[in-house]
C-alpha cells in the first residue's frame, strides 16, 4: 500500500489532518487494541472499555465511509495473545502492509511519540507525525508565548486566546467587562444541598459497546472498577452523535448551575452541574470549537448566564489548551518533577477505595470521592484538586504515584491533560511554574464547600487529639514543613504567617499526629 494511517485510541476525529490527502484506494487505516496500554498503569475498566468502545464505532463508520480498515482486536485470552504493545503491533503491520510510508498525528503522550517514530524508523520506512489540529493552539504558538517567562500563568495565555480567537468578545473588550468571573463561581450549597437534580443523558451500551465491555471484564477482570461494577454502570458516550447529545444535554439541563456551584460538592451528587464532556474531547468525539461555541450561543441566547459560559470557556479555551501547551513545552523534564521532595508511597485506598484491613475509609470526603471514581472513571474538578489531590500532597505523597493513579484511574485520562493537573497543579512538584502557589487547605475548606464533614467522625476545626480532622492535621504540619520556602514569598506569606502563632509544644503535638498518619496510611501502603 501508499501510507498506512495510524489512528490512535484518542485520535478518533474523522476530519483529522490525517485524512487531508489519503486515499482510500491506496492507502489502509490502521488501528490496534493493545493490553500494553491498559497496563503500563493499573488502568480503571471504565476506561479501557471507553477507549475500545470508542475505537471500534470509529474503524466501523470508516468502513462504512469506504476506507480499508485494518483492527486488531484485543484477543480473549492473554496466553493468545502475541503483541502486547502498540510498538510490536505496528511492526508486524509494517511487514504485512509493507507501505512506503507511515502517517500519524502528534500522539497524546510523549512516550509514544519517540516510541512510534523509532519503531517506524527502524522498520525502514518514512514516518511523518502531524501537528493535531483538534487543538486550537499549536506547539509552536505557545513555545514563543512561553519563552522568556520564568513563570506560565494560565490567565495571561486565557485572554490572548480569547482575543486571538474572538471568544465572549465586543470588538477589542471582553463582554461584561471583565475577562474573569471565577469570584463568581465559587458558591457552596447551604444545608438543603442542590435539591433534586437533572439525570445526566446515558448512553445505554449498543452491540459494539456491549462486546468492548465483555473483552474488558475478560482480559482485566482485577483492574479498578471491577469490584465496583464499573462495567454494569458504563454509560459514557462513544460515538460523535452520542457526544453531540452530551453536550445538547448539558445545555438544556445543567449549564446554567456550572457557573455558581462549579467547586461545590455534596454527598451523593457525583455529577452536580458539571458536563461529562472531557472523555467525550479527549477521545475528539467531539471538537472544542463546537463546544465553545454553543456554550457561546447559549450565552448571547439568554439560555446560560454570562458567570457560567465564561467559567466553562475558560476551562475548554484556557485551562484545556494551557495544560496541552504546557505539557509539550515542558517534557520530558517535566515528569520528574518534585520540588517539593515529597517521598511517601500512594496509601492503598486510594487503588482499593477501603482501608487495609477492609474497613470503609474513615474521611468521608475520600471515602465519597474514591468511591465514586472506582465505580464510575470521574470525579469532578474540586473533588480531584482538593480532596484526592489535596490529601496526597499534604501527607507528601511521591508525585509521580500520585500521576501514576491519575493516570490510571479517570475515564478521560490522557497524558498531555492529566500530568500538568496533577503534577502542576495539584502537586507544585514543577515548583510554581505552572500553579503561583500550592493549593493547600485544611478540613475547613472541604466544610466550607460540602456537607462532606456532617457524615464524618473527624472535626474539621481540629489539628490535634482524637477527633482531629486529617486534612487540618497535615495541612498544618504542611505550612510547617515548608515554612522557610514559602514564609517569605509575596504570594504566599499571608497563608504561612499564622505558623508564627504556633507555640512549639503545639507544633509538636501537630507533627507527631501528622507522622501517624503516615505511619499508618503510607508507609503500610502497596496496591
Ligand atoms: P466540566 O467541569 O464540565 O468542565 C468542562 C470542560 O473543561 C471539561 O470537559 C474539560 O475538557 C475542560 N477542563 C476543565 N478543567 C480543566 C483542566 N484543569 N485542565 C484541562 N481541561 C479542563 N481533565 C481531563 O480531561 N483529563 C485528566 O486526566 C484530568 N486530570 C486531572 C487531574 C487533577 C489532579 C485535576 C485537578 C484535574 C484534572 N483534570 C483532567 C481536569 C478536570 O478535573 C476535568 O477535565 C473535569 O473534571 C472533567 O469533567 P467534566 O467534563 O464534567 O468537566
Ligand atoms: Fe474530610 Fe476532615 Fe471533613 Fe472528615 S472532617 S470529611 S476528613 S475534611
Known amino acids: 500500500v501508499r501510507h498506512l494511517l495510524v489512528v490512535l485510541g484518542d485520535q478518533l476525529n474523522a476530519d483529522s489532518v490525517l485524512f487531508d490527502d489519503a486515499d482510500p484506494t491506496r492507502d489502509v487505516v490502521w488501528m490496534a487494541e493493545v493490553a500494553g496500554e491498559a497496563t503500563h498503569v493499573w488502568s480503571h475498566q471504565s476506561r479501557i472499555a471507553l477507549f475500545l468502545a470508542a475505537m471500534r464505532h470509529f474503524a466501523a463508520d470508516r468502513r462504512v465511509d469506504g ?34 510510508r507511515v502517517i500519524w498525528v502528534c500522539p497524546g503522550e510523549y512516550r509514544l511519540r519517540r516510541s512510534l517514530k523509532a519503531v517506524v524508523e527502524e522498520a525502514g520506512v518514512v514516518a511523518e507525525e502531524r501537528p493535531d489540529r483538534h487543538f486550537l493552539v499549536d506547539e509552536s504558538w505557545f513555545g514563543e508565548w512561553a519563552g522568556g517567562r520564568k513563570t506560565l500563568r494560565m490567565e495571561h495565555f486565557y485572554r490572548a486566546q480569547r482575543r486571538r480567537f474572538a471568544v ?94 462549579q467547586d461545590a460538592m455534596w454527598t451523593g451528587a457525583p455529577w452536580l452541574y458539571h458536563s461529562r464532556l472531557s472523555a467525550a474531547l479527549n477521545l475528539k468525539l467531539i471538537d472544542p470549537r463546537r463546544v465553545i461555541e454553543a456554550v457561546q450561543a447559549a450565552y448571547r441566547d439568554g439560555r446560560m448566564p454570562l458567570a457560567a459560559a465564561e467559567g466553562f470557556i475558560r476551562q ?57 471514581t472506582l465505580e464510575l472513571g470521574y470525579a469532578h474538578h474540586i473533588q480531584r484538586l482538593m480532596i484526592t489531590g489535596l490529601f496526597a500532597q499534604l501527607l507528601g505523597v511521591r508525585p509521580q504515584a500520585v500521576h501514576e493513579w491519575y493516570l490510571a484511574i479517570y475515564v478521560d485520562a490522557v497524558e498531555w491533560v492529566e500530568l500538568p493537573n496533577v503534577m ?27 456537607n462532606y464533614c456532617s457524615h464524618c467522625r473527624f472535626d ?34 499571608l497563608q504561612w504567617k499564622h505558623v508564627e502563632r504556633i507555640d512549639a509544644p503545639r507544633a509538636a503535638a501537630i507533627r507527631e499526629q501528622a507522622e501517624a498518619w503516615r505511619e499508618r496510611l503510607s508507609r503500610s501502603a502497596g496496591r
Open 67 to 100: 476506507w480499508r480498515v485494518d483492527y486488531r482486536e484485543l484477543p480473549a485470552r492473554a496466553e493468545t495473545d502475541a503483541l502486547p504493545t502498540l510498538e510490536a503491533a505496528l511492526v508486524e503491520a509494517i511487514a504485512r502492509w509493507r507501505p512506503d
Open 424 to 450: 502542576g497543579m495539584s502537586q507544585y512538584a514543577d515548583g510554581g511554574l505552572m500553579a503561583s502557589k500550592p493549593y493547600v487547605a485544611s478540613g475547613r475548606y472541604v466544610q466550607r464547600m460540602s
Open 316 to 372: 475548554v479555551l484556557g485551562w484545556r489548551e494551557f495544560v496541552r501547551g504546557l505539557y509539550w513545552w515542558a517534557m520530558p523534564d517535566y515528569a520528574a518533577g518534585n520540588a517539593l521532595e515529597a517521598r511517601e508511597s500512594l496509601p492503598s485506598f486510594y487503588w482499593q477505595g477501603r482501608m487495609p484491613g477492609g474497613e470503609a475509609i474513615p474521611m468521608a470526603c475520600l471515602d465519597q470521592t474514591i468511591g465514586q
Open 168 to 261: 465572549l468578545m465586543d470588538g477589542k473588550e471582553p463582554v461584561g467587562g471583565k475577562f474573569n468571573f471565577d469570584a463568581a463561581n465559587r458558591r457552596s450549597f447551604d444545608a438543603r444541598g442542590p435539591g433534586l437534580l437533572p439525570e445526566p443523558a446515558r448512553f445505554s451500551p449498543d452491540r459494539i459497546t456491549r462486546a468492548a465491555l465483555d473483552r474488558v471484564a475478560e482480559r482485566f477482570a482485577d483492574h479498578p472498577g471491577g469490584e465496583h461494577q464499573a462495567l454494569e454502570n458504563f454509560d459514557w458516550p462513544v460515538t460523535p452523535a452520542q457526544a453531540e447529545q452530551a453536550l445538547a444535554d448539558f445545555l438544556e439541563q445543567r449549564a446554567t448551575g456550572f457557573g455558581d456551584y
Open 460 to 493: 474539621p476545626g481540629e489539628a490535634t487529639g482524637e477527633s482531629a480532622c486529617p486534612f487540618t492535621t497535615l495541612y498544618w504540619d504542611f505550612l510547617l514543613r515548608h515554612r522557610e520556602r514559602f514564609a517569605h514569598h509575596p504570594r504566599t506569606a
